[in-house]
């Protein structure tokens, strides 16, 4: 009795056995949020088990998981052996004092997904039964549990145990990007047609989940079908277009799709976002890495001109323009092209650019509620000369506490008199409202636009001093960090000469209750005359 009691409970007291099974698991929630197309409602984006204030940072759901690394620590060692322990005392006996620990263990620290790679691998190799005890409880952790990190653990162990029953339930919860990655890996063990799979999950998810399929059908020997989804649609994703541009352009054949006689305009536009994606290889590489880029523009621009084009396209074609434009010294791709080649493509481009007035089409894409189709038209407008200030400042006008409508105006349309977009700041936000005082608050999320839109103004005001005192006392007051920092970097740039002694007042008044460690020190620096970092 002595053994047994030490094999299954260790050395130390045992916990109460939790309650951690339930019917408003994850799963249950997920389901209840499905389409009619077997995607996921807007509603399923927040989990059930999210626990976060107002202004916590909120990561895209995957990110994490992605950016942790292997935690080789002394400590994830031990909880590795811990674990091992309690899984193996679950596989062997099935007692409900095990099953707690572990779903303790892995859900009163968030750690252990650091661990998690390592952890399976050692528990592959200690072959432990699957039956009677461990595919049961794996299951239960994946589809009877309401915490992401039990839902994880369940979906690793069910991908050794060979059992196909999970299938369907793993496809939807790789709906949520969340899960993806986990879902993926067991589906590779388990699905019998993994590529239709893992192509279903792609289509159903939209940011990290998207990419990391993408990234792995990629590898894949893929269909047509599969292969056409990956130019047309599989690139586009919530996070960046980049981190998909060059894997879809080259599994997705691209190169051969644009070297067809006539193509439809849904993959002309496609390509032309591709393009763009391609050009930008900051997040990601891009076109110096891509192979097919020279044959790929040459039949992008052959297609341009027999295309009937629209406002979007413009954006792709002055983007090339650009980037054709740059010295090839400057953009290492071009370096490999002939001189002719490269001429022709420049003429290739302003002549499709000249082709037609386009004056008329971009006024009306100036006046659309659709953001997307009003940001297209932004960005080509000053192209034509336009002077968007009477479209901007009735954009401020409908939404005045849009974070976006301020930036607007002061980077396409600031005004000749600062003091202008000052009046129109104390007659259109909430300025009392957004000041209630310095809080430890990263000042993040749709709910802190206005606050945004403040701290755009703050940084318009460095290189004007002396203008919009009721700008900087609102900054000094504001809750979120980032606007006290660009508010004390405004009056550097001012010098002191241009405080008031309102502002001085509030100065004085911050360095005794300012909350935040690094900002109270900045406003030491500026109040002795001291340059802040």
């Known amino acids: 009795m002595k053994n047994w009691l030490k094999n299954t409970f260790g050395k130390s007291n045992p916990k109460p056995p939790l309650e951690w099974q339930t019917e408003d698991s994850i799963l249950a929630f997920l389901k209840s949020h499905l389409n009619a197309d077997g995607t996921l409602q807007a509603e399923a984006d ?9 202004d916590e940072i909120s990561f895209a759901a995957g990110l994490t998981d992605a950016l942790v690394g292997a935690d080789e620590s002394k400590a994830a060692r031990a909880r590795i052996k811990r ?21 303790r263990e892995i859900t009163e620290n968030e750690s252990v997904i650091g661990i998690i790679d390592e952890y399976l691998e050692k528990l592959l190799q200690s072959a432990l039964p699957v039956e009677p005890y461990l595919f049961d409880y794996a299951y239960q952790l994946m589809a009877k549990t309401p915490h992401r990190n039990a839902v994880k653990f369940g979906i690793a162990i069910l991908a050794l145990c060979q059992n196909k029953k999970p299938v369907d339930d793993l496809k939807v919860l790789g709906l949520h990007d969340e899960f993806t990655v986990f879902a993926t890996l067991a589906l590779v063990n388990l699905s019998d047609n993994l590529v239709d799979d893992l192509w279903q999950l792609a289509r159903g998810v939209h940011g990290w989940g998207r990419i990391q399929l993408v990234d792995r059908l990629a590898e894949m020997d893929l269909p047509p079908s599969v ?23 080259t599994a997705g054949q691209l190169r051969e799709k644009l070297a067809a006689p006539t193509i439809d305009y849904d993959l002309f536009y496609a390509a032309g976002e591709l393009i763009v994606a391609l050009m930008d290889e900051g997040p990601a590489a891009g076109m110096s890495a891509y192979e097919a880029a020279e044959e790929t523009i040459h039949h992008y621009l052959r297609h341009a001109q027999s295309q ?9 074609l002055y983007q090339l323009k650009d980037y054709l434009s740059s010295s090839p010294s400057e953009r290492e791709v071009l370096q490999s092209w002939d001189a002719n080649e490269l001429a022709n493509a420049r003429i290739d481009l302003n002549t499709i650019l000249t082709s037609k007035d386009w004056s008329s089409e971009i006024k009306t894409a100036l006046q659309s509620p659709n953001d997307q189709v009003f940001w297209n038209a ?73 606050h945004q839109a403040l701290g755009h103004l703050i940084v318009f005001l460095q290189d004007h001093p ?67 970092d």
């Not at 927040?46 to 107002?54: C, K, N, S, W």
Request: aromatic share 8%; with cysteine; proline share 6%.
């Open 46 to 54: 927040t989990l059930p088990d999210e626990e976060r204030a107002d």
């Open 83 to 103: 674990l091992l322990e309690l899984i193996t005392r679950v596989a062997r006996n099935g007692d409900a004092q095990s099953k707690s620990d572990f779903y």
């Open 227 to 249: 292969r056409d989804w990956l130019v047309r649609e599989g690139y586009r994703n919530s996070i960046l277009y980049e981190y998909l541009a060059l894997t879809c352009a």
């Open 308 to 316: 009937t084009l629209q406002v979007a396209d413009l954006v792709a």
């Open 378 to 450: 932004k960005q080509v407008a000053h192209q034509f000369g336009f002077d968007l200030s009477d479209v901007l400042w009735k954009r401020l006008g409908q939404a005045p506490l849009d974070s976006f409508s301020w930036y607007d105006i002061i980077t396409y349309a600031p005004p000749e008199r600062p003091q202008q977009l000052v009046d129109k700041a104390i007659e259109l936000l909430p300025l009392a409202a957004i000041s209630p005082g310095p809080e430890d608050s990263m000042g993040l999320g749709p709910d802190w636009s206005k």
């Open 466 to 532: 002396g203008v919009g005192e009721a700008i900087i006392l609102a900054g000094l007051n504001s809750p979120a960090i980032g606007n006290r920092n660009a508010t004390l970097r405004t009056l550097q740039a001012w010098t002191a000469d241009h405080w008031t002694s309102a502002i001085q007042s509030e100065l004085n008044k911050l360095r005794r209750i300012e909350p935040t460690p690094d900002t109270k020190a900045d406003l030491v620096k500026l109040l002795n005359g001291q340059p802040i």
